[in-house]
């Protein structure tokens, strides 16, 4: 007769069928909560940084670009007008302009104005010396020889007055080497013309010494030397020891003559022809106080 399965055994495989069904669902579920964590982790920590930073990268207001354009250019880009001096400065004005010298006594030295003075040409500030302080003004006479012009050109009978270099420096020296706010400076000065021969008085933004004033104003002839620029000097100033000979506004002995300080600082009070091109012009103006 065939053994039958007690039912003690039948009743212990169904409890071990239940017990693996229980731990296949346990196991399921372990592995889904180890998923679920994955997927959470791979959400917050990969794809969402990704986000941020495509948030970040997105257009600024205009406004807020602006700023940030300005501040880093304020710190990696230097400030083209940091050099310019104040009298190249267009918003100064002429009253500001005046704090730059108004302290200045006689012999004192202070730029103002730019022209070519460098070998090639080069602009630089001019130097300027305080000949004479008055109440309301300093006059005014360049340190060094800045230019080589004739006093007149053409050879003939002339003054100041009707001279090409009296033109010269009230129009293109004037215009040239002068700011706008320099030029409101510069006074309109009546010069008188008594020197060898009396001449008209003449209105001047810019002249000459006369002999009397080159006599006057400088302590002796070592004092009244210059020396040209190396641009005059290239234009063929006539040196000796490398000082120059300059013109005076003067007329000389004769009417086709005006008068010159020479190299060595003595006044020429007979003059040189007017039309010659190796003399030196040494501007002088009267500014403001």
């Not at 807020?64 to 918003?91: F, G, H, K, M, R």
């Not at 001019?126 to 006059?139: A, G, K």
């Not at 003449?202 to 400088?218: M, P, V």
């Not at 086709?256 to 600082?265: D, H, K």
Request: charged share 20%; aromatic share 10%.
């Amino acid at each position: 007769m065939a053994d039958q399965a007690s039912p003690s055994s039948a009743g212990s495989k169904h409890s071990n069928s239940k017990k693996n069904i229980m731990v296949f669902l346990l196991l399921a579920a372990g592995g889904f909560s180890i998923f679920v964590s994955v997927a959470a982790f791979f959400l917050f920590e990969i794809v969402m940084p990704r986000d941020s930073a495509s948030k970040s990268s997105s257009p600024e207001p205009a406004g807020v670009q602006a700023v940030a354009q300005s501040e880093a250019s304020s710190e990696t880009a230097p400030d083209p007008t940091a050099e310019l001096t104040v009298a190249n400065n267009n918003a100064v004005t002429a009253s500001s302009l005046s704090a730059v010298y108004a302290d200045k006594a006689v012999g004192d030295r202070f730029e103002f104005g730019r022209y070519p003075q460098g070998a090639n040409g080069e602009v630089k500030p001019i130097i300027w010396r305080v000949l004479e302080r008055d109440s309301d003004h300093l006059l005014m006479i360049s340190e060094q020889c800045l230019d080589c012009k004739p006093y007149n050109d053409d050879m003939c009978a002339i003054t100041w007055e009707n001279c090409s270099l009296r033109n010269w420096l009230n129009s293109y020296f004037y215009n040239k080497a002068f700011s706008e706010q320099e030029r409101e400076c510069i006074l309109q000065t009546r010069n008188v013309n008594t020197d060898n021969n009396v001449e008209p008085d003449t209105e001047d933004r810019i002249f000459l010494l006369s002999i009397g004033e080159a006599k006057k104003l400088f302590v002796n002839d070592r004092d009244r030397c210059a020396k040209p620029t190396e641009c005059a000097a290239k234009n063929g100033v006539y040196t000796v020891d490398s000082y120059g000979c300059w013109w005076l506004r003067s007329c000389g002995y004769d009417d086709n003559l005006a008068a010159c300080v020479y190299p060595r600082g003595v006044v020429g009070a007979s003059g040189r022809y007017v039309s010659l091109k190796d003399l030196a012009v040494r501007p002088a103006f009267k500014i403001a106080l």
